[in-house]
């Protein structure tokens, strides 16, 4: 009885309330969701890393970033997407995915010399989504445990509409900053209109409306401006040239079948 004993004593034991088994099933049962996850974890991690370089250099953590970025957004367009079979029915979805947007954006600034601002899009979005599946992870190990890391978790949640914004926004900024690295030979002359062809996908994304409330907020926001009793009338004449050429940029809308 007692050596029956002892060799329970010995056996280590599972935290109180924490369910691993259930969390080892989970994990089992959807791979591609747990590996999304982990790779998203790692495109913070090189984002701070790129901040603060305490292993390596900024410029490998920032190449790191846009990697992992590219990996998730090819493997989630694979989760989206299923099956391959080349054609233009195909090519057509792929450019309504979200996904596919932010492979071509990665792709894009991996043959660029590191912006600061190219990784703000790519870092929300990963602590946008992390989190939401790290509470999907914290569930299926136990309703009580790590109270804190849910409290954290709650907190991106609430603030994800302005997550979503801030990711809008510097979406939009980038495309007048890709001109001026072409002139601080920082980027190539094609690099501005890849670019605009990325974010033209972003303001038509059924799934993501945020690039297009954003640029309607930012107009109202310069016609705002423009109409002020302060603002001389030189600079209300440049606004206004400013929204119409952007406008005229913008792609119009399909005609209802």
Known sequence: MSDSNNTNNDTPA???????????AHVIAHKIDVCLWTIRIL????????????????????????????????LRLHQRMGGFSLSRELIARLLTEDSCHYLLYSLIFL????????????????VLHA???????????????????RLL????????RNILRAASLAEIIMMPYTVILIFMGRAGLLTPFIYYHFLMQRYVSRRNPYTR?????LRDLVEHIGRHRSTPAFVTKILNHGITFVCKLAPQPQPQQ
């Open 14 to 24: 599972a935290p109180r309330g924490l369910n691993i088994e259930a969390l080892k």
């Open 43 to 74: 495109t913070i991690l090189f984002t701070i890393g790129y901040f603060v370089p305490l292993i390596g250099t900024s410029q490998n953590a920032y190449y790191k970033a846009l990697i992992a970025n590219a990996a998730t957004s090819a």
């Open 111 to 126: 043959y660029v010399t590191p912006v600061t601002w190219v990784l703000i899009p790519i870092v929300l979005f990963a």
């Open 131 to 149: 989190s939401s599946y790290a509470l999907t992870l914290l569930d299926a190990l136990g309703q009580n445990c790590w109270w804190g890391a």
């Open 153 to 160: 978790i709650s907190l991106v949640e609430f603030q994800s």
């Open 213 to 217: 409330n954003m640029f309607r907020e």
